[in-house]
């Protein structure tokens, strides 16, 4: 139960901001490349508001009705968690300094500042090298520029598909007869959305699918559109290779792939009915 509210929790809460995933980001910047629109950090935020709190009550249900029906001792827990904050010490002047810097840059992105949200984090991280927060060694290490490559690949895969009309025919063939159905077609998007990051990483997912959905001449406002795919793709519950949560969570020892399947697969349909009533009757007051 404990490792699998934390997996849950990871996986639902970061999907409520740009901070949680890289997804978000490049969902939005693929739109913005595409249509010239945008949604802020605060309208993302309210996006998702709704769906997250709902994922959260079913989340909650599964974990104390269905599997931790009998009464939890967390005595052992929190006394381990308390000898290793004792053994931690108190924050450091480096922690602090860096945890302020944090705080602010989080509070510049809700703000909507007109930095824009590349130039605020660009900034924050040169304020760290700058005070000597960080270096470029722990840069080094801990950064994965495979990451910033295929972001940079997928914006750029996404511009060449849809300036030569491929984006549009891969639509066209595969979706286009569902496109006079809003309510299906928008509920065929998260749905695949959902599939597919279970079996493929999340940002692989948006670069795949943002091409095709904007290649179609479609009604449908871009924000629902980038919504109906970015924030499905968030949600895998089942398999290790959809996302780190999983799989650092069945590393563990606790959890087997059964027990992420058994139960994952009612988040799963959930985060679809909820995403699919969102895309209907929310985002377009929003939006529309």
Not at 108 to 119: D, S
Not at 259 to 273: A, C, E, H, K
């Amino acid at each position: 139960v404990l490792f699998l509210s934390l997996m849950w929790g990871t996986i639902i809460g970061g999907t409520a901001t740009f901070l949680g995933g890289a997804r978000a980001p490049l969902a939005i910047a693929m739109m913005n490349n595409l249509t010239g629109r945008d949604i802020s950090f605060f309208e993302w935020m309210l996006a998702t508001l709704p769906v997250v709190l709902s994922m959260s009550m079913v989340a909650i249900f599964i974990l104390f009705y269905i599997i931790g029906r009998n009464p939890i001792n967390l005595s052992e827990v929190r006394s381990r968690i308390e000898a290793d904050l004792e053994a931690m010490g108190k924050m450091t002047s480096r922690e602090k300094a860096v945890g302020i810097i944090i705080l602010v840059t989080i509070l510049l992105l809700v703000l909507e500042t007109r930095l824009g949200i590349a130039n605020i984090m660009i900034l924050a991280v040169a304020i760290l090298f700058m005070l000597s927060l960080s270096n470029w060694k722990e840069v080094e290490e801990d950064v994965n520029w495979g990451i910033i490559l295929m972001y940079g690949g997928a914006i750029t895969l996404g511009y060449t598909l849809n300036i030569t009309g491929t984006s549009r025919w891969i639509a066209t063939s595969t979706l286009g007869y569902l496109l006079p159905h809003t309510t299906v077609f928008l509920a065929m998007i998260i749905l695949t959305s959902i599939a597919t990051t279970e079996v493929i990483s999340n940002s692989a997912v948006v670069a795949l699918l943002m091409p095709v959905i904007f290649g179609m001449n479609s009604h449908i406002p871009a924000q629902i559109l980038a919504l109906s795919v970015a924030l499905p793709s968030g949600l895998a519950f089942t398999l290790p290779m959809s996302t780190p949560a999983v799989a650092l969570s069945l590393s563990s020892g606790y959890l087997e792939v059964k027990d992420t399947v058994r139960y994952g697969v009612f988040l799963n349909i959930s985060g679809w009915l909820f995403c699919t009533l969102a895309s209907i009757f929310y985002w377009p007051t929003l939006f529309g």
